[in-house]
Nanobody, 124 residues
Framework: QVQLAESGGGLVQAGGSLRLSCAAS????????MGWFRQAPGKEREFVAA????????SYADSVKGRFTISRDNAKNTVYLQMSSLKPEDTAVYSC?????????????????WGQGTQVTVSS
């Protein structure tokens, strides 16, 4: 089993920055791709970014390209989401997830392990 624990959420003003962390523990060798997803109240969960553990290939949702950066620290089994130029519409619960895919997949159905999520609130 793989356990995922997010941290770093909080309240920030529009235009500000936050860095989220997702620490993976347990049988981490069974995962090859990590993703960040978010869900705002009354909305469906949406893909944010993904990265492969092996070579760091990334993919991003169009809505966050140029503002968010996903990275990983293999030695720490931790994935980060650096969020800049935050907007009120970025307000959501952000969750990290793990998959066995070899590419930075964007479809939530491919991810089989999920963290509890961390709240990000951007005030206008």
């Amino acid at each position: 089993q793989v356990q995922l624990a997010e941290s770093g959420g909080g309240l920030v003003q529009a235009g500000g920055s936050l860095r989220l962390s997702c620490a993976a523990s347990g049988r981490t060798f069974t995962t090859t791709t990590m993703g960040w997803f978010r869900q705002a109240p009354g909305k469906e969960r949406e893909f944010v970014a993904a990265i492969t553990w092996s070579d760091g290939r990334t993919s991003y949702a169009d809505s966050v390209k140029g503002r968010f950066t996903i990275s990983r620290d293999n030695a720490k089994n931790t994935v980060y989401l650096q969020m800049s130029s935050l907007k009120p519409e970025d307000t959501a619960v952000y969750s990290c997830a793990a998959a066995k895919e070899v590419a930075p997949i964007q479809h939530a159905s491919y991810y089989n392990k999920w963290g509890q999520g961390t709240q990000v609130t951007v005030s206008s």
